[in-house]
């Protein structure tokens, strides 16, 4: 998604425009394609080490730099919603033994508490964080080739980018999250580095930022989502003629289409079936046809889960005339199928379908962008995952989310419990494509804020108003 976000848009573009040279870290392994692909004066990649990171992470004190992130993970404020938060927690309990539960969980519930009530432990909390860096430094040698007067990262040391970070605030480097993830705010809140500065896509985010986890309201930006102006600006969207061949679609049926979300909490399987089972028994108005989009993470081979799940669909699309699957593509590395590589398909997809329909991922947005309804479906199976030792959660659970309940109360589309519900809403919007379409222009105002495909220019604009500063 960071590739999206700073290289495939105007963010990059705009800065070196303005002659800042850009240095782009990112998977060693497809460093170099990357680099043959973005070519341009001004423009360096390099390496983002993350397979040291990892081990640094896993092998010097593993379990204090995990308790450090779970704490982090989960120790946003109550002053924002923490349903995505709360979850997390009892995921932990379920998915490790009693001994784990004693010795960590049942204490950790405790700093919980006191993260969760007041500012100063969270302030400590991230303080503490900033002792873990790898020795040497695993950066050293870069910030002393490059200088960078700013380093920005597209999370706020949520993820491996926290060794980076850390490693800038030794050199008095400033530094800046630029959020990518839509839910990422109120789903990881507390920085994993001293940050100097965010920006963020709306409003809503921003107060998640200082509510959740202490940002200084001066020192966060409301820029977008730069990601998204192509959409906007209709870049990356194939003829329907085009599109429809390149997946052997029937022109003479309409296109609901299903995007498999991010939720590990509960299996996709029960709404793809259904929806399999509406498009092929001919139970909706109009004769129609589905087309599956597959989550990067069901081509994890761990936990096996996901794959059985993808292996699963697949049989569906054999079992069903009217059943197509479309996976994402694969950029390697670590990146694996995040790379960002298919934003034609992606938007192609989401204009061209008359219904998309999935759970409450970041999707229920881009479809919005689109003005394609939307309907979310919460079908559950008895026992979830039904896997020893995994953590399952209702979808229907789920709907309180922080993004989730933003999507419903906004009214943006409609949601669906049962087989039933999703053939009346699909229905629904078949016979009235027109039908909430106030509510989905309305949502996308509130959740990116800028909807004429300037995020990219306004995100570099703030970037290098901190570089004059």
């Known amino acids: 998604m960071a590739i999206i976000y700073f290289l495939q848009s105007d963010v990059v573009s705009t800065l070196l425009d303005a002659g800042v040279e850009i240095v782009v870290l990112t998977d060693d392994e497809t460093k170099d394609r990357i680099a043959q692909r973005y070519t341009r004066p ?15 992470a896993t092998k010097f004190k593993p379990r204090l730099q995990w308790l450090l992130a779970y ?20 995921e932990v309990w379920v998915e490790n033994g009693w001994k784990f539960r004693l010795g960590i969980w049942i204490p950790a519930a405790v700093a919980i508490l006191v993260l969760r009530t007041f500012a100063f432990a969270r302030n400590f ?14 950066y050293a040698d870069l910030f002393a080739l490059h200088k960078p007067d700013l380093v920005i990262a ?11 970070l850390r490693e800038a605030n030794l050199h008095n480097v400033p530094t800046m999250a630029a959020i990518v993830g839509w839910d990422n705010p109120s789903s990881y809140a507390i920085r994993g580095a001293s940050m100097d500065y965010a920006t963020c896509w709306s409003q809503l985010q921003k107060d998640e930022l200082i509510y959740g986890s202490d940002w200084h309201p001066e020192r966060v930006h409301i820029g977008g989502i730069p990601s998204y102006d192509g959409y906007f600006r209709k870049e990356w969207q194939l003829s329907k003629d085009d599109y429809f061949k390149l997946h052997d679609l029937d022109a003479s049926r309409k296109l609901i289409s299903y995007a498999c979300s991010f939720v590990h909490f509960a299996p996709n399987y ?11 028994s001919e139970a909706l108005t109009e004769p129609s046809q589905l087309l599956i989009r597959l989550h990067p993470s069901h081509f994890q081979d761990k936990p096996r889960i ?8 697949f049989a569906l699309e054999k079992q069903y005339p009217n059943v197509h699957v479309v996976k994402p593509v694969a950029l390697g590395g670590s990146l694996g199928y995040y790379g960002g590589e298919d934003m034609d398909e992606k938007s192609s997809m989401m204009v061209h379908s008359d219904v998309l329909v999935t759970v409450y991922s970041t999707m229920v947005v881009e479809t919005a962008v689109h ?18 030792g995994k953590f399952s959660l209702s979808l229907k659970k789920i709907g309180n989310w922080p993004t989730h309940k933003r999507f419903r109360d906004a009214k943006a589309g409609r949601v669906a419990s049962n087989e039933k519900e999703l053939c009346d809403v699909i229905n629904l919007y078949l016979k009235n494509p027109s039908l909430d379409a106030v509510e989905r222009r309305k949502f996308i ?25």
């Open 306 to 313: 996901f794959a059985d799940e993808r292996e699963q669909i």
């Open 371 to 388: 003005d394609t309804p939307i309907v979310a479906a919460v079908i559950d199976v008895p026992g979830g995952w039904n896997k020893k």
């Open 71 to 90: 704490l982090r993970r989960v120790g946003g404020s109550w002053r924002i919603n923490t349903e995505a938060m709360d979850s997390h927690i009892w």
């Open 445 to 469: 105002e509130d959740e990116i804020t800028f909807t004429d495909g300037s995020s990219g220019k306004r995100t570099a604009e703030f970037i290098l108003k901190i570089l004059n500063s």
């Open 154 to 164: 597209s999370t706020a040391g949520w993820r491996l980018d926290r060794y980076l």
């Open 270 to 280: 029960p709404n793809v079936e259904a929806l399999s089972k509406l498009v092929s």
């Open 42 to 56: 001004g423009l360096t990649f390099e390496g983002l080490r993350l397979k040291e990171a990892n081990v640094y």
């Open 125 to 138: 909390l991230v303080r503490i964080q900033n002792r873990f860096i790898p020795h040497p430094n695993l």
